[in-house]
């Protein structure tokens, strides 16, 4: 069974551009949440979306938005970049509140 | 809110020595806890999950124990090797939440 993926796996952008990035969950699962990764912060929870609906948001500008389509893919976007918003993004699939499967991680760099 | 700390931020260790990495979190309802293993610039791994009914989970030398009336949880290595070099993290669900994670434990193991 394929893991999750996300694409692409590094970008380089620069101030006030915007940024779309892709999860593909595990097959069959319909859970896919998005977190923020930096050194001073640590993990930190963007979304989750189950069943094309965001479940749960965390605690981040509204410049932070996502998506999920009906096949369980999901996207998320950063419009109006900063750069504090260089991170690795992760995501991750479950089934439900079950174990979490993490794919590898977009590298975005903002200049 | 669920919070969760782990203890040390670091360790090294020689090789073969047996280790434990503690994880303490404030919400005695939690749900699942989860190990993670992190590679540095990759995504997270999934170690070991342990359910709110479990105890613990033994997988390989790994063993991980979650004690919720103390709010602890801990993971075990057996004879540690340099390939076990990484940062363990440990994240909890309570309820219908997402996942909350430590900072970590960065791990060195000394050939």
């Given at each position: 069974k394929a893991g999750v993926t996300q694409t692409p796996r590094y970008l380089i952008k620069t101030r006030g551009q915007q940024v779309t990035l892709s999860c593909s969950p595990i097959s069959g699962h319909r859970s896919v949440s998005w977190y923020q990764q930096t050194p001073g912060q640590g993990l930190q929870f963007l979304f989750e979306y189950f069943s094309e609906t965001q479940r749960n948001k965390g605690?981040?500008?509204?410049?932070f938005s996502g998506r999920q389509f009906s096949n369980s893919r999901s996207e998320m976007n950063v419009s109006?970049?900063?750069?504090?918003?260089s991170a690795l993004y992760l995501c991750a699939s479950s089934m439900t509140n079950n174990e979490q499967f993490f794919g590898p991680g977009t590298r975005l760099t903002v200049l | 809110k669920q919070e969760v700390t782990q203890i040390p931020a670091a360790l090294s260790v020689p090789e073969g020595e047996n280790l434990v990495l503690n994880c303490s979190f404030?919400?005695?309802?939690?749900y699942n806890l989860q190990w993670f293993r992190q590679d540095p610039g990759k995504g997270l791994t999934s170690l070991l999950l342990i359910q709110s009914s479990q105890r613990e989970q033994t997988s390989g030398r790994l063993n991980a124990s979650l004690d919720k009336s103390s709010g602890r949880s801990t993971l075990y290595i057996a004879?540690?090797?340099?390939?076990?070099?990484a940062t363990y993290l440990c994240a909890g669900i309570s309820g219908n939440t997402p996942l909350v994670f430590g900072k970590g434990t960065r791990l060195s193991v000394i050939a």
């Open positions: 605690n981040f500008p509204g410049r109006t970049l900063e750069l504090g918003d | 404030t919400d005695s309802a939690i004879a540690s090797q340099p390939g076990d070099s």
